[in-house]
């Protein structure tokens, strides 16, 4: 059974900080890992996607990137904002599968 | 982008009666969606696919005479919350898949059964 870990469960930093986001899973036979920010209340919305033939994808300000032999993938956010500020949840989906295994998130709080 | 809509994004409801959630994809068709429900500070649980003109496959654990999938049309899927318990009550969430495109969500409903 995939299992999806993210470090840290919360994370305070002052406004302009680069930081990083990080996610293991235990089953490196994924066929993607998919980014999303969740704000109070709302819904997902996806920051990135990583293909399991990919390294990294970049974003504007967001750079991820996957290890797939290792189980990991990290979450970078250069110059962090205070409209950073939300839960980040990272998500794989197994090889062969269609379904999504979640992270149970970050909490990102940028102080201004 | 593609885009699912989802309504309403909060209801309250008496203990006892029914409640419908709609999710539609507005401008893709979406032959299979998918239902999450979130705990307070809990990550998305996997309710349900819904398969366009078939019946929806549920997750273990998930009573399928309380919470109905109907999915009609490809761009449309409801979700029917039967008999409302307050322990219903919590934040559910539908999404798509597109292909090598990863997942895109609704805004999600707030449900409140009192």
């Known amino acids: 059974k995939q299992e999806v870990t993210q470090i840290p469960a919360a994370l305070s930093v002052p406004e302009g900080e680069n930081l990083v986001l990080n996610c293991s899973f235990t089953d490196s036979a994924i066929y993607n890992l998919q980014w999303f920010r969740q704000d109070p209340g709302k819904g997902l919305t996806s920051l990135l996607l990583i293909q399991s033939s990919q390294r990294e994808q970049t974003s504007g300000r967001l750079n991820a990137s996957l290890d797939k032999s290792s189980g990991r993938s990290t979450l970078y956010i250069a110059a962090s904002q205070p409209g950073d500020s939300a839960t980040y949840l990272c998500?794989?989906?197994?090889?062969?599968?269609?379904?999504?295994?979640f992270g149970k998130g970050t909490k990102l709080s940028v102080i201004p | 982008g593609a885009v699912v809509s989802q309504h309403p994004s909060w209801v309250i409801c008496k203990s006892g009666t029914s409640v419908k959630i709609e999710c539609r994809s507005l401008?893709?068709?979406?032959?299979?969606m998918f239902w999450y429900r979130q705990f307070p500070k809990q990550s998305l649980m996997l309710m349900a696919t819904s398969n366009e003109g078939s019946k929806a496959t549920y997750e273990q654990g998930v009573e399928k005479d309380k919470f109905l999938i109907n999915h009609a049309s490809l761009t449309l899927s409801t979700l029917t919350v039967t008999s409302a318990h307050p322990e219903d009550s919590s934040f559910y969430i539908c999404?798509?898949?597109?292909?090598?495109?990863?997942?895109?969500f609704g805004s999600g409903t707030r449900l409140t059964v009192v």
């Open positions: 998500a794989v989906v197994r090889a062969g599968s269609y379904q999504l295994t």
């Open positions: 999404s798509a898949g597109l292909d090598n495109h990863g997942y895109t």
């Open positions: 401008d893709f068709q979406a032959t299979t």
